[in-house]
């Protein structure tokens, strides 16, 4: 038995390994995590300065830094990019559109609704009658429902 382990393990060849292609494949991996970790320096740093759309201004600022041959400071391309599209910023440019903010008609109804019940429930509280109490607070499901 023990022959035949010899056997195989002469018949076998010896691994040959090639330092340049390690080398080379060392030299990839280490410029690629390089790069891996340039983009999440950025994302983070966007993230920190109030960038709404993370994805469009990274597609953006790669672009430019590709096209520029490479300048790694990250707070100048963000600010650069703040005064070219100040709109993938957040609230405190007033440049950003106000696309979740209610309309004046939406706003209006609110009021008038807040405004009739302040008035069911005064009134329930001043009359203690129990046919207001029920009314108020019919008034106040079907009002928190919309």
């Known amino acids: 038995m023990d022959d035949m382990k010899d056997t195989v393990q002469e018949s076998q060849p010896e691994p040959q390994v090639n330092t340049s292609t390690l080398g080379d494949q060392v030299r990839q991996l280490q410029t690629e ?10 994302i983070v ?26 300048d790694d400071n990250i707070d100048a391309l963000i600010e650069q990019l703040r005064q070219d599209r100040p709109w ?12 979740n903010q ?24 001043q009359s203690g009658q129990r046919r207001d109490l029920i009314a108020y607070l019919r008034l106040r499901r079907l009002k928190r429902g919309r």
């Open 45 to 70: 740093q966007m993230a920190q300065r109030g960038v709404v759309d993370i994805e469009a201004a990274a597609l953006l600022i790669s672009r430019k830094h590709a096209g520029e041959g490479g």
């Open 102 to 125: 209610p309309t004046a008609a939406v706003r209006s109804e609110r009021n008038t609704d807040r405004i009739e019940m302040d008035k069911a429930a005064r009134q329930a509280r």
């Open 33 to 42: 995590l390089a790069q891996v970790r340039r983009e999440n320096d950025l």
């Open 88 to 99: 993938l910023f957040g609230r405190n440019d007033q440049t950003a559109p106000a696309m």
